[in-house]
């Protein structure tokens, strides 16, 4: 029997014709695989059916989450997401970054990977912020920013509410996210753009209080189907917290407007509270009349709560308002904290830019309401 013989120099000519061929079509058959298994491979639970691109969407994911974290210079811990597919990501921010600046920085980078925010929470109990990011619909990783464990004994922390969000999102209303510092911003329900500029404040990494409206005293008012009335029984205030709550989404807490009245009354408030506990928010007491019980029916129901210290705008002055925000920092300095309530004007703006720039070179720290609710709610153990 004749047998060919090549040369060593044609097997080598073939092989390299061969070689990327073959190598092609195995590659093309797994992605084949990978995108449609074939039709009797039942999906095992918790292992979905990714194509090839997702799974490179989900690496860039995590590139550019590295890169930016890196370059704020914070550490992080990743680890499975037990609960799904993804990976959760404890990233330690130090107190001198407010939430809202790396969360726009990550909102960013996300987008240029061809991802997205999928969700925003606060968890006012830990006082911390958890993102959920993804390039579909699936959460591919769920990222919980959180400070030290000691910045909540830090002294000198300054709590800044500024109400009366929702009925505008111009030129002043985004002034108060473009000043570089944590706020906790207050919307009132049912206005033309309550909603609207409740998801603008989230995206930005705010934490949001529902600004609710109750009963005052004297002085005219309109109800909007939103305020809270004396009298009203807990059927009636269980559908107007929650037709409030779905008009301000993701509200972290509530502070009443106005509610003179309401805050007065034992009755009111017991129902009042116990739907805000209920729906595992905290509560701000705005302290609009000296006889309020709000607070101490909060603390008798364990609700988290705290109450403000100091109006920095009642008068418009601009002297006035600096006066009431060194007013704020002397109560900060000599407690260890304080709560402060300004409201969505241009004055108090224009105030703002220059005083917490000065505050934080003096040491002072601005945090969300819900960062100090851990030192506001020990203190109160203390006293009782």
């Not at 989900?58 to 210079?73: F, H, K, P």
């Not at 800044?160 to 985004?174: E, H, N, P």
């Not at 925000?325 to 004055?347: F, P, Q, T």
Request: hydrophobic share 40%.
């Amino acid at each position: 029997m004749q047998r060919t013989v090549r040369h060593p120099k044609q097997v080598r000519i073939l092989n390299s014709i061969w070689t990327p061929i073959v190598l092609g079509i195995i590659l093309i058959v797994l992605m084949l695989v990978i995108r449609f298994p074939p039709s009797g491979a039942e999906k095992q639970a918790g292992d979905p059916d990714l194509t090839y691109q997702e799974i490179l969407q989900t690496v860039q994911l995590e590139g550019v989450l590295t890169s930016i974290l890196g370059q704020y210079g914070l550490t992080w811990t990743a680890s499975p997401d037990l609960s799904g597919t993804g990976s959760v990501w404890r990233v330690s921010v130090p107190p001198g970054l407010p939430f809202p600046t790396i969360h726009l920085a990550i909102q960013d980078s996300v987008r240029s990977a061809g991802g997205r925010i999928l969700s925003s929470r606060s968890d006012p109990a830990a006082g911390r912020l958890i993102l959920s990011l993804g390039c579909a619909d699936s959460c591919d990783v769920s990222l919980v920013l959180q400070r030290p464990d000691d910045v909540h004994v830090q002294q000198d922390l300054i709590a800044l509410i500024i109400d009366d969000f929702g009925d505008k999102w111009d030129q002043t209303t985004r002034g108060f996210l473009e000043l570089g510092t944590d706020l906790t911003l207050s919307v009132i329900p049912g206005l033309g753009m309550s909603a609207a500029v409740s998801r603008s404040i989230q995206q930005a990494g705010f934490e949001i209080l529902l600004h609710l409206p109750m009963e005052p005293v004297r002085g005219s008012y309109r109800n909007s189907g939103t305020m809270i009335l004396t009298g009203m029984d807990q059927d009636v205030i269980r559908q107007i917290i929650q037709r409030s709550l779905d008009d301000v989404p993701g509200a972290a807490g509530v502070n009443n407007h106005m509610g003179s009245k309401a805050t007065s009354d034992r009755t009111t408030m017991v129902r009042v509270l116990e739907e805000i506990r209920q729906k595992q928010l905290y509560f701000v007491d705005s302290r609009t009349i000296a006889s309020t019980v709000a607070l101490e029916v909060a603390r008798s129901m364990d609700l988290p709560c705290v109450e403000r210290d100091v109006f920095i705008d009642v008068e418009s002055e601009g002297k006035t308002i600096h006066d009431r925000l060194r007013e704020l920092a002397d109560e900060a300095k000599s407690r260890g904290y304080a709560v402060g309530i300004g409201h969505c004007r241009k004055r108090t703006l224009d105030v703002l830019r220059e005083e917490i720039p000065r505050l934080k070179a003096q040491g002072f720290l601005f945090v969300r309401v819900s960062a100090i609710l851990p030192v506001a709610t020990g203190e109160s153990r203390r006293r009782l």
